[in-house]
């Protein structure tokens, strides 16, 4: 299997990127970048950071700096404005690709045998929005893709929508009823899956330097304002979902439901048959998510 991921790095992707980077099976062949949870220079510059932490020679392709039609919405409330919660990590080994998100998108799935490479989508779907658009072709030799998005019968977190797919609806309109073999993992699948203080001693425990960048990132991920105190678990581990299905699909329960994407990213009932995740097996994907990174 080959795998491309698209990602707006952000701590919940940072942790999906170090445990997807250890798999050999899931063969990560690239990174293709985004606005979304932070602006595209610094979602470009914290992948290459994790690809250097991972000791991984993954190229990182910048993509679109913007929502179709729309400016940026920036989530530095959770991830902080460097996107990674403050977690200092190495400074890059390389430097972003020239070649742009789409182009290696397309260039990669034209080279590669038809039906063999995989999107895992962490982030709004504007690259992959342009890709159906400007590369059909290429597109329609897309295996499966595996998206974090939306909001089933769980409340949004973007209003009645969830982040990814508000971000820039227009695109997940594109990508969502455009019949591809995709799974998408929503709130109602991740926000069952989360961490504890135990938790993060145990990655700790793993001895490994993916698995304590993954703590102090976890760390950085829960709930605690001037007001608030820290919170018993963490926020959910929306991104690192995606690989994980990839991996271990036996633990999420998964459904079909006929919806569509509203003029707000809000995923509301319709005419597109649609693979959703709607509960998880968390204790299980824990361990699964531990043992991925060296424990
Ligand atoms: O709603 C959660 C999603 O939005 C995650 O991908 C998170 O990283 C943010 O991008
Ligand atoms: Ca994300």
């Known amino acids: 299997m080959t795998a491309i991921i698209d990602t707006d790095p952000g701590i919940d992707d940072a942790i999906a990127i170090l445990y ?3 798999q050999p099976d899931l063969g990560i062949a ?20 994790l690809a250097a932490l991972a000791g991984a020679p993954t190229p990182v392709h910048p993509g679109a700096a913007a929502p179709l039609g729309r400016e940026p919405r920036p989530e530095t409330g959770i991830h902080g404005n460097d996107g990674l919660g403050g977690v200092v990590l190495a400074d890059p080994d390389r430097s972003a690709e020239a070649e742009s998100a789409v182009d290696c998108l397309a260039r990669r799935l034209t ?11 962490l982030a709004p779907l504007t690259n992959i929005a342009n890709l159906l658009t400007s590369a059909p072709a290429a597109a329609a030799r897309i295996r499966r893709v595996i998206a974090m998005g939306g909001a089933v019968e769980e409340p949004g977190n973007m209003g009645r929508a969830e982040f990814n797919l508000a971000h820039d609806p227009e695109a997940a309109a594109i990508v969502l009823h455009a019949g591809l073999d ?96 709607m509960g998880v097996e968390a204790d299980a994907l824990r361990a699964r998510l531990a043992e991925g990174l060296g424990g």
């Open 182 to 277: 995709l799974t998408l993992i929503p709130l109602d699948a991740t926000r069952q899956f989360r961490a504890d203080a135990a938790y993060l001693d145990r990655l700790r425990a793993c001895g490994t330097l993916a698995a304590s960048t993954c703590a102090d990132l976890i760390d950085a991920y829960f709930v605690q304002t001037a007001h608030q105190a820290k919170g018993a678990e963490s926020r959910p581990l929306h991104d690192p979902c995606v690989p994980l299905f990839a991996r271990h699909p036996e633990l999420f329960r998964i459904e079909t439901r006929n919806l569509q994407v509203d003029h707000d990213g809000a995923l509301v009932p319709g005419p597109h048959p649609i693979r959703v995740a």
């Open 30 to 49: 690239a990174m293709t970048t985004v606005a979304g949870n932070i602006g595209l220079s610094v979602t470009t510059a914290n992948a290459l950071r």
């Open 111 to 121: 080279e590669a045998p038809e039906n063999s490479v995989d999107l895992f989508c």
């Open 20 to 22: 997807a980077l250890r």
